[in-house]
């Protein structure tokens, strides 16, 4: 491509996209509201990794441009999208943000000022499922070849781009990573349609932050404008070449600009990697099969914007607080979901649930993320707003398992062994209820009680089979403990996730303690009795020796754990049966 051609802007791609019908169109990003008759549902990508990043890259655009003043034209902007007129308008001042190539300032990239000389890298690498060095050599990349494309479409840079700086993104080798890294669990509320999904994570103006609106085209909010960035050396810099450099004194390499919670906008971009395209050609999608500019390398340089963890937050991701004994907060981080994703993991801040350890006890509290958390807040108005819209009422909300068309969706990396090789992504979904105010507390305390009660009898059959292991049994692997612990969890989520509506049915009990407590009670023998089980099929009984002995007393321990006292109450001091 010739660089005296027009720029490439994205906004005005050609993006593919499925509709309701199952049709397949290609639109640009204005015109995804169009067709309402038969609307978009999403965009035609075979590979989830980009399909993911382009709803959360959409919504967050939709953040910048065209965020709602309050509450009630968030509902009504919901149900009746804009037009894609309306969108272009909104758009329109931020037109020089979103340049994929031909720009001094390229969307999510850094053209430096000093020449530069590196060797190009192929863009299936930034694929979080490419194949490692060690994976190749091992010969165990056969199910993860998927981000090896040779060419990919315009329509599918800027979704990576997003993906690789803000989604999935940590440090190391030199390269800087987001607070929340690659390994957080990412919450995306999800619609009937790609509006409705994109919208119901868009979060209205609170009122400190109107002031902050219009997001100016700026640094703060669109790092890639920053003149700074592009001035950095492309060297890497280390304490000990900075030491020698100043001893010697040479001039120290400036390679890294330290990123605050005021030196970025509430709604901006992130830009931790240091990243360009090389130019691109007329070709066909080495992943979809679409015609057109494709591109097919890219130049990196290490270090770049440093952002502080302090007051960072993410909109679909749960931060993590502790708590001392006084109340007092003493930080937060973000939560590395485990592999593969256990219910501990991601349903009680799916369900906006964020109970604060027991008074005068330190602890550590899991707060939602602001998208499932503003959503809670909404609720009894979003119920009352699609009756109103949809006239179902008799068919959803009073349903024997009443939910709302749109669910909760939970997103991190999967890893199928421990070599940290990342083979896709572990996703999990749940239903919205309309229940709001006491009720809705009342029924997430519940599912975070059954969650934690499930989680405590893996721990203990994963205790009592570690005791087996020490007393000698040298015919299990050392990690036959973790591997029971998991798929007891595994096994147990179904049920848990069934017990919802269940305890939502209750509420209308006359009795709702007795009818809560039912529920409770079978899920826990549930979970009991598959512990045991799981416990036997790992631990056969032969004959009578001092194996035989261990196991039998471990299996009398790992009953005493399950039914002297229900797990999530549990005191230290173990009760007989």
């Not at 035609?44 to 382009?54: E, G, Q, V």
């Not at 269940?502 to 509420?507: A, K, N, V």
């Amino acid at each position: 491509m010739d660089e005296s051609l027009a720029p490439l802007q994205w906004l005005d791609v050609l993006l593919p996209v499925v509709r309701r019908s199952g049709a397949r169109d290609r639109v640009c990003f204005a015109d995804l509201t169009g067709g309402r008759e038969d609307p978009v549902m999403g965009l035609d990508c075979p590979h989830p990794l980009l399909a993911l990043s382009f709803e959360l890259l959409a919504t967050h655009i939709l953040q910048i441009a065209y965020p709602p003043p309050d509450e009630r034209t968030w509902r009504q902007r919901l149900f009746d999208p804009p037009s894609p007129a309306a969108l272009r308008d909104a758009l329109a001042p931020y037109r020089e943000a979103f340049v994929l190539w031909g720009s001094d300032t390229p969307f999510l990239q850094v053209k430096p000022l000093s020449a530069w000389e590196s060797k190009p890298q192929n863009l299936g690498v930034l694929f979080f499922d490419a194949p490692t060095e060690g994976a190749k050599e091992k010969h165990r990349d056969f199910f993860i070849k998927r981000g090896c494309a040779v060419a990919l479409h315009a329509a599918f840079l800027a979704p990576l781009l997003y993906s690789d700086n803000a989604l999935f993104c940590t440090g190391g080798g030199g390269y800087l990573g987001v607070p929340h890294k690659n390994h957080s669990p990412k919450y995306q509320v999800r619609g009937r349609t790609l509006w409705e999904t994109l919208w119901l994570n868009v979060l209205d103006l609170s009122r400190d932050h109107k002031a902050l609106w219009p997001v100016p085209m700026d640094g703060r909010a669109f790092p890639w404008l920053r003149e700074d960035v592009r001035r950095l050396d492309l060297g890497r810099q280390t304490e000990h070449l900075k030491k020698k450099r100043t001893e010697a004194k040479q001039k120290v390499l400036e390679t890294v600009i330290p990123v605050g919670i005021g030196d970025r906008h509430p709604a901006g971009f992130v830009m931790p990697r240091r990243y360009l395209l090389d130019p691109p050609r007329q070709g066909v999608c080495g992943l979809s099969g679409e015609v057109g500019w494709v591109f097919e390398t890219y130049q990196r340089w290490t270090q770049g914007l440093s952002y502080s963890s302090e007051g960072w937050v993410w909109p679909c991701v749960a931060p993590l607080e502790k708590i001392d004994a006084e109340g007092r907060s003493q930080g937060r981080w973000y939560a590395q979901a485990s592999s593969p994703l256990r219910l501990e993991d991601w349903l009680s801040p799916a369900l906006g649930h964020e109970p604060p350890p027991p008074e005068g006890k330190s602890g550590v509290i899991v707060h939602s993320p602001p998208v499932v958390r503003a959503l809670a807040g909404r609720l009894g108005e979003l119920v009352d707003a699609f009756e109103n819209v949809t006239g179902e009422q008799a068919a959803v909300i009073s349903a024997p398992t009443p939910e709302l068309p749109f669910s909760i969706k939970v997103i991190t990396l999967f890893y199928l062994d421990s070599d940290k090789q990342v083979d896709g992504l572990s996703e999990r979904s749940l239903p919205l209820y309309p229940v709001a105010g006491d009720a809705r507390l009342s029924v997430v305390s519940d599912a975070t009680h059954l969650a934690r009660a499930v989680a405590d009898v893996a721990r203990a059959l994963a205790r009592r089979a570690a005791t087996v292991l020490k007393a000698g049994n040298s015919d299990a692997r050392p990690t036959l403990p973790g591997q029971l612990s998991d798929a007891l969890m595994r096994s147990l989520e179904g049920p848990v996730l069934a017990a919802l509506p269940q305890i939502i049915e209750s509420l209308r009990d006359p009795d709702p303690d007795v009818a809560r407590a039912a529920v409770r009670d079978a899920l826990l023998q549930q979970a009991r009795k598959k512990a045991l089980d799981l416990f036997d099929e790992a631990f056969p009984l032969s004959f009578p020796d001092a194996s035989a002995r261990a196991i039998a007393q471990a299996r009398r321990d790992l009953r005493k754990d399950l039914w002297g006292v229900p797990p999530a109450q549990r005191k230290k001091k173990e009760v007989s049966p």
